[in-house]
């Protein structure tokens, strides 16, 4: 409750919590959202302009392009959402072992992190879908295989942060198990940065599995997906601009109301941060002056 009012008072943050929410919710229900089943073609519909029963006219098939457009938030961003989830579970057990043992075990772990980001997201991914063809499920795996490498080194440099401090390391001599010492002393103080990363990391995610499917790698038709609606109205876009430019919106404002809720919780999570924004400077809010690096570090 506290974060959520501290985020209610970023309007910024606020709209693009709900916009999230609503995205959600709606992707969840499409069933009962979309007005027309989604794979429903009408040829005497082809190209046909916007009207009561179809708000964003239909495309070159004599589809709905808005239950598509609702049908396709469940590739571009519910599925998006759980690869997210799985690599940064997966992130971040192997980065509080290699943060909190180290040794050798963070060795072995960083090494595979090394070995993972040694190569660009965008041309692992390209093999992946290379080597076992193209889907949406396929691009979903390799988006799990690159992005925990990540998380795992982010997460990792976090937990050695706190890992020596005396709280932690007087836990470790009265005999606490090491898996209470992670779960009680040390996620806690780390979530900041997983909460922070994961909500940026979505983001650049829905960006690259629509380029994937504009791209024919992604989700195959006849489902829909944004990035694919995107591909199909190119030959109209001049003609019916409503049909693209309609996908194009809703990638940039999903995406941008993602990356501004980033912005909002690392203020809101971290305490230097939140004391640093109720300052005023020469009578002026904080955000309108320059903020010295000693400052908010």
């Known amino acids: 409750m506290k974060l959520l009012k501290q985020l209610g008072q970023d309007k910024l943050a606020a709209i693009s919590l ?3 929410v609503i995205t959600v919710v709606v992707g969840i229900f499409a069933p009962l959202c979309a ?12 190209h046909a302009s916007p009207s009561w029963s179809y708000l964003l006219g239909n495309d070159h098939l004599g589809r709905c392009v808005l239950s598509r457009l609702i049908y396709g938030i469940r590739p571009s961003v519910l599925a998006v959402l759980v690869a997210l989830i799985v690599s940064v ?3 971040a ?8 043992f180290r040794g050798k075990v963070d060795a072995v772990i960083m090494r595979c992190c090394d070995v993972m980001l040694s190569f660009p997201g965008y041309v692992m991914t390209l093999a992946f879908v290379g ?3 193209v889907g949406l499920e396929n691009i979903l795996i390799a988006f799990i295989l690159v992005k925990w490498a990540w998380f795992a080194r982010v997460i990792r440099t976090s937990v050695m942060q706190y890992a020596e401090l005396e709280y932690v390391t007087f836990s470790k001599a009265i005999g606490m198990r090491h898996v209470t010492i992670m779960y009680k002393h040390l996620l806690p103080v780390t979530f900041l940065d997983i909460a922070v990363i994961s909500s940026s990391a979505i983001g650049s995610m829905i960006l690259q599995i ?3 499917s504009f791209l024919g790698l992604g989700i195959q038709a006849p489902n829909a997906e944004w990035g694919m609606m995107l591909n199909e109205a190119r030959d109209i876009m001049f003609t019916q601009p409503q049909v693209m430019l309609a996908p194009g919106l809703a990638i940039i404002i999903v995406v941008s109301a993602f990356n501004f809720l980033s912005d909002a919780l690392q203020v809101a999570l971290d305490p230097k941060l939140i004391n640093a924004k109720q300052r005023k400077v020469g009578g002026k809010p904080l955000s309108k002056v320059v ?7």
């Open 18 to 20: 709900i916009i999230i």
């Open 35 to 46: 007005p027309h089943p989604p794979n429903e073609v009408n040829m005497a519909l082809r």
């Open 89 to 91: 579970l997966i992130g």
């Open 93 to 100: 057990l192997l980065g509080f072992l290699a943060g909190y």
């Open 131 to 133: 080597i076992f063809g």
């Open 210 to 212: 629509s380029g994937f």
């Open 291 to 297: 903020i010295k690096e000693k400052e908010v570090i």
